[in-house]
């Protein structure tokens, strides 16, 4: 019974598309996030979200937009995708502060 | 875009040996940690934890060591095995749910 899910698992798309990735927790967890991973494994934190809060790394461009239509699901929109978009997206949930569960990731290609 | 300049540490140890994988935190205000470990094609996963008022913490074949003074974290891992090759991540929280993410160490285990 998978904790953190992302669907999908691997996004190839043209440059300029706009595209989704959704994530869904089924841990009753508080809080979700978004991470970013390039292909030198820097993990770089990009969201994180709970029904009361949006926070925002700043250095993320404002063509990223988390949605979240419920406590267990966060989806993470990008609009008018461009070449250095293309990493491991991975979606997490913790329960307030501590440990956090990572779903498998999504493998965005823009070509 | 990409973590340009930076490379990510690695560290190569014989099966059976022991590992050391080391980790600088930023912040003196950090006041709980976690190591994670992300296998290949995988979310990172917990691993262990330790609380800033602690210096030591054991699970399963790892040990987790504190040093305030110098703000350094190392995960040791006992009987290395092939298994263990991933990347490993620190993580430092501080201030209600701020938190930083290491930058990861690639270890990888010789049959």
């Known amino acids: 019974d998978t904790a953190v899910s992302q669907t999908p698992k691997y996004l190839v798309t043209q440059m300029g598309n706009d595209k989704s990735i959704k994530c869904e927790q089924n841990?009753?967890?508080?809080?979700m996030y978004w991470y970013k991973q390039d292909s030198k494994k820097f993990l770089k934190i990009m969201f994180s979200y709970n029904n009361k809060e949006l926070i925002i790394n700043e250095t993320v461009p404002n063509r990223f937009s988390p949605k979240s239509p419920d406590k267990a699901h966060l989806n993470l929109h990008i609009n008018s995708l461009e070449l250095g978009d293309s990493a491991v997206y991975f979606c997490?949930?913790?329960?307030?502060?501590?440990?956090?569960?990572f779903g498998p990731g999504t493998r965005l290609t823009v070509l | 875009g990409e973590s340009v300049g930076l490379h990510l540490p690695t560290l190569s140890v014989q099966e059976g040996d022991n590992s050391i994988i080391n980790c600088a935190y930023s912040n003196s205000a950090s006041d709980y940690f976690i190591w994670y470990k992300q296998e290949s094609g995988k979310g990172p996963q917990f691993i262990i934890d330790i609380r800033s008022n602690m210096d030591k913490r054991q699970g399963q074949r790892v040990t987790v060591l504190l040093n305030k003074t110098v703000k350094h974290l190392s995960l040791q891992i006992a009987a290395t095995q092939p298994g263990d090759s991933a990347v490993y991540f620190c993580a430092e929280f501080y201030t209600g749910n701020q938190f930083y993410f290491g930058t990861g160490t690639s270890l990888t285990v010789i049959p």
């Open positions: 997490a949930s913790s329960q307030r502060r501590g440990e956090q569960f």
């Open positions: 841990l009753g967890h508080d809080t």
